[in-house]
């Protein structure tokens, strides 16, 4: 899912994005420089016509723009932030220019409530005369226009007046004034990291937009595993990364570092997913495993939280085991998995009366039951073994013979014959769902399949 965002900027901005696209994967990047941020009709009009998003590397140029030419094309701005005035008091004051103080600075900066901020955090004071500010260029409209002239004027009186020795500048054309006048000058430490940051957000901004009216899909990835590291396992994680890129977007989540190795994740549509999930099963690859095992979650929804929440619940399941494994779960809440091959549907809505009553008989959670009774299903209702219930379940061979003991007794399973094993050992009781339960159970599929339709 490629997306194509324009980058309108100054030529120094614009220069240093030239060498960046493999940090920008799933994203055709074009730069439209300027040489005056008052004057970029002719950039702005070609970023909107080719691109599905464009994006602004600073306020000014942005509050100039041909206001006009906006349409539904999503346009983002870089925002003036602290780390920006706080890593350019930190050049300013340090290195070659050490002898300079706070006191020694002239700034000019687009938000004065940044100046109020880094003072709190920092207790770097500055008095009001040291700053110059153009707060305007955040209003929705258009104003009055930013004097390059006056802020220019502005670091010139203080150097001559107040004895300022180095004007600290947010805007390029005043950087270039007081170099051609002598003035000591340098510009604002401009953060590549919050360019790219940017350009990712407009990415993530059209594939939401993409997603809308579609059934959404969320991919959660991680790794767990042994101490040490994992070439493998890595590798592994690195294909099924570049595989959900080539259709998925990637999106930065608050829990990125709830796990050991990152937590990555994806956005996408349930059709695009489902055309891809065997070639990530494959990619999986869970009997590889040597150390390290991977966990993939999926969940789907009508919104993005929703698949979000389900995604981590899936993934959650996944982690659950020893081996690398995914789960589902889908946009009525069952839980699908393993995934690969024949797997279980479990049902996490448990508010079917007949089910409620089983569990009860049984004294049984009623999540336990439908674990079961989904992987019945799953099995096209053929009989089953404790054995073939305790791997899948993930459980020893003595919980999933109480749980089929409880099951039996409570009339939900009957035993249908014996199993004789292929080496030498004691039959195996070969067990199957009561006439009664395997009912309900066919009709909630049927019920399932008819609400799909």
Known sequence: MTVRVGFIGSEHST?????????????????YPYSDPQDTVEQYSRALAENDAVCFSGTIAHYHRQRDLDGDTPVLVGRFSDYTLVSSLLTATSGERSGIGIADLSIDLPNPDVVASVADDTGIRFSPEQIS??????????????????IARFHTDRAERAGARLAITSVHAVYDRLSAAGVPVMFMVDSLGRDLDLIRAARQRVSVRRLEGA????VSLTSTGSAGPDRDAAARRDALASELSRFATPVQHRLAAWQRDGLQLFYTTRGELDARLPGLLALLAPGRDRGDSLALGVGVGQHLHEAEDRSLQALRRALSGSTSAAYLVDEEARVHGPLGGDHAIEESRHTAPWLVELSSEAGMQTRTVSRLLSFVEGRGFRPFTAAEWASASQTSARTAERAIKKLLEAGGIVSVGQEKPLEAGRPRTVYGLSPKIEAAVRELAAARIRRGA
């Open 15 to 31: 220069a240093r994005l030239a060498a960046v696209e493999a940090r920008l994967p799933g994203i055709e990047l074009r730069v």
């Open 133 to 150: 500010d153009y707060r305007w260029v955040y209003e929705p409209r258009f104003s009055r226009p930013i004097d390059v002239d006056e």
């Open 215 to 218: 059934l959404l899909a969320v």
